[in-house]
């Protein structure tokens, strides 16, 4: 049963080369039945997913989200990384740094974040060992927004002589949910930066195979979401990794209806209701 009493706070990490980073936490009023730790996608920031962390402290989960480097809150260039290294090292910082509320831990990765936490569970899953799951929602295995070729060509140019340099990411917001609201806000959104930089990009797109060459690695309990709809991640990447999963717990929902967001979607109560349900299965 849902409870209204809840404890909010930020929080000052630093990952391994001394970048600061900020994290926020819902908590239930007592005892936290597991800890969820939320990885946001690209551009945005911990903040989107308050609604949703509140909605889990209600249910007795306590909740922490990072800022990746370069995002929302935490220091760093903007949507930029020299090595994808660094956002392993910002993974490994905030869940070996923050002390995890009572209860078994489960890893959450979105878009971006979902390609952040596939690839550090493949590579560091001696650092991770401690988690009773991982959930990956509409991952960054493959794209299915088309990029021009000329924007390629000079991301990749641009990603050895200045890889610092901004390109505007063109998304169309529209893409991310169907609630008009949701999308609103998005758009207006002061940390959401709506430019990528290019060697972003290329380390972005460099990590999607190893994600598929890989996948055999994870061997944790795992829930794979993407929505069908979905016109900025590859849906059909995303389960052909999940088929090459080693894990004896493993499960794919393919949401019909859903765009990329699925926790901003029209439906995400009964999202909300699919991951509650996989968290208590494993609590034990």
Request: glycine share 10%; hydrophobic share 40%.
């Amino acid at each position: 049963m849902a409870t209204t009493a809840l404890r909010e706070e930020e929080l000052q990490l630093t990952s391994s080369d001394g970048t600061a980073l900020f994290a926020r936490r819902v908590l239930p009023e007592g005892e936290s039945r597991g800890h969820l730790a939320w990885v946001h996608g690209v551009s945005e920031h911990s903040g989107r997913y308050l609604e949703t962390m509140r909605w889990f402290a209600e249910r007795g989960f306590g909740s922490t989200a990072i800022d990746l480097r370069g995002h929302g809150h935490s220091a760093g260039a903007r949507v930029f990384v020299k090595r994808w290294a660094e956002y392993t090292s910002d993974v490994l910082a905030f869940m070996e740094g923050v002390e995890a509320p009572a209860g078994p831990s489960f890893l959450i990765g979105h878009s971006m974040g979902g390609l952040v936490v596939g690839r550090a569970l493949q590579t560091q899953p001696q650092r991770l060992s401690g988690l009773r799951g991982a959930v990956i929602t509409s991952p960054c295995f493959g794209l299915k927004v088309v990029v021009p070729a000329w924007k390629i060509g000079l991301g990749r140019v641009l990603s050895r002589i200045a890889p610092g340099v901004s390109l505007p990411s063109d998304l169309d917001a529209n893409l991310l949910s169907h609630d008009s609201e949701q999308v609103r806000a998005y758009e207006e959104d002061p940390l959401v930066t709506h430019s990528v930089t290019a060697r972003w990009y290329t380390e972005v797109v460099a990590q999607m195979t190893p994600s598929l060459e890989d996948a055999s690695r994870l061997t944790l309990p795992l829930l794979f979401m993407h929505g069908a709809e979905d016109g900025i991640t590859d849906p059909e990447a995303t389960a052909a990794v999940f088929e090459r999963v080693s894990s004896e717990d493993k499960e794919f929902e393919l949401w019909p209806n859903l765009r990329h967001e699925l926790l901003n979607e029209v439906e995400r109560e009964a999202v909300r209701e699919r991951l509650l349900g996989w968290f208590e299965a494993r609590l034990g």
